[in-house]
Nanobody
């Protein structure tokens, strides 16, 4: 099972991007979906996640700038990223967890997407 992450690109500091995470057959409604990122030379870190009830969680550096949401009709989870800065540059991955408790720990996620690259640069 591989999720499809898309929406990355090059954006100037202060700009916005919206990432999408989807799967053509795998129903995302029932799973905790998380967004993670990995910058060059750094470990993968959790950015945000949303559980099946719509409760959302954010890493402290993105609170107030990023918004995670899900559209069950489209079987898609979005990550709206505003006020981007150079420290947000990374490859962003989405993942699905079958666990009961939402977490931003990568090891708690079972299925992963291929990643989409976000570059914030002037």
């Amino acid at each position: 099972v591989q999720l499809q992450a898309s929406g990355g690109g090059l954006v100037q500091p202060g700009g916005s991007l919206r990432l999408s995470c989807a799967h053509s057959r795998f129903t995302l409604d029932y799973y905790i979906i998380g967004w993670f990122r990995q910058a060059p030379g750094k470990e993968r870190e959790g950015v945000s996640c949303i559980d099946s009830n719509g409760r959302t969680f954010y890493e402290h550096s993105v609170k107030g700038r990023f918004t995670i949401s899900r559209d069950n009709a489209k079987n898609t989870v979005y990550l709206q990223m505003n006020s981007l800065n150079t420290e947000d540059t990374a490859i962003y991955y989405c993942a699905a967890s079958t666990k009961v408790i939402a977490t931003l720990l990568p090891e708690m996620y079972d299925y992963w997407g291929q990643g989409t690259e976000v570059t914030v640069s002037s």
